[in-house]
């Protein structure tokens, strides 16, 4: 029964030292809360259309080569990469005109 009780002890005191930790003076970031310079912002968008551009192409031209269809594989891929940078990019500029979640409610 003791043993019990002691680790109920054991157990308070731990979440009473990680709560402790778990103070809002935290200085880890969410994603959101971090500020992003135009120019930042504009490259980050430019990567993600490059690289699924570069992705497509990579793919096709591969596929072109196993299969002997030389261009075509890769005019496929090559678009294909070019909507998924195109929808990445969305979803990124998107992601960094949100607010969060506090400032909206005024806290």
């Known amino acids: 029964m003791s ?3 002691i680790r109920k002890e054991k157990l308070a005191a731990l979440e009473a030292r990680l709560a402790e930790k778990r103070t809002p003076n935290d200085t880890t970031k ?3 809360d971090e500020h ?9 968008l430019v990567i993600e259309l490059v690289a699924g551009l570069a992705i497509g192409f990579g793919i096709g031209f ?3 080569k196993v299969f002997g ?6 005019i496929v891929f090559t678009m294909l990469g070019f909507a998924a940078g195109i929808r990445t990019m969305l979803r990124s500029a998107k ?5 969060p979640k506090g400032d909206e409610m005024g806290d």
């Open 30 to 32: 969410r994603h959101q």
């Open 62 to 64: 591969g596929l072109d």
């Open 69 to 74: 269809t030389l261009p075509w594989m890769m």
């Open 36 to 44: 992003y310079s135009q120019a930042q912002m504009a490259w980050r």
């Open 3 to 5: 043993e019990d009780r």
């Open 95 to 99: 992601e960094m005109q949100e607010t």
